[in-house]
């Protein structure tokens, strides 16, 4: 197919159809979450890493978390330090130190995909979605059905 100007543009008409192939599924990386002690100091050296400060910082009290969020180019880091005891981020720091927590993978129908990941044998941490930070509908994967690794969806409130 060829434009006006007689160049080629059925490279676009591709690109529209593989997206609308894949508008159900993980489309990004939307964020790492990473478990730190002392969000205070870890704010500041994030801050010197990306050379942009955190855009903002928001308490989960359900999951007993503090967490901060910096933009890296489309994705974007999620600190998280513990608010007591119970939170899953003082349980990992005494098992596992501070560290890559979790990788929140970006969908944009939550609900379809928690019954895909379902019906593909994976196990759920949350088999409903749950309000999250950042304006997100989340709900992990137990890591014991993916190789180890804390797996987050989550979908954009709009
Ligand atoms: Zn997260």
Redesign the pocket.
């Known amino acids: 197919m060829k434009n006006l100007e007689g160049k080629t543009i059925f490279k676009k008409h591709k690109t529209l159809t593989l997206y609308l192939n894949f508008e159900n599924k993980m489309k990004k990386i ?2 790492i ?1 990473i478990a730190v002690k002392d969000i205070k100091a870890s704010n500041e050296l994030f801050a010197a890493l990306f050379d942009e400060p955190a855009y903002k910082m928001e308490e989960v009290i359900s999951e007993g978390v503090l ?1 901060s969020f910096f933009q890296v180019g489309e994705s974007k880091i ?1 600190l ?1 330090q513990a608010l007591n005891d119970e939170s899953p981020i003082a349980k990992h720091i005494e098992k596992r130190g501070e560290g890559i ?2 990788i ?1 993978f970006g969908v944009d129908d939550i609900e379809s995909e928690i019954k895909r990941l379902e019906a593909k044998g994976f196990t759920l941490i949350h088999k409903a979605p749950k309000k ?2 950042d304006n ?1 509908m ?1 709900a992990f994967l137990h890591p014991k059905s993916t190789n180890g690794v804390l797996v ?1 969806l ?1 979908q954009e409130i709009r």
């Open positions: 939307e964020h979450g967490t999620e998280l927590h979790h929140a999250g930070a997100m989340i987050e989550c």
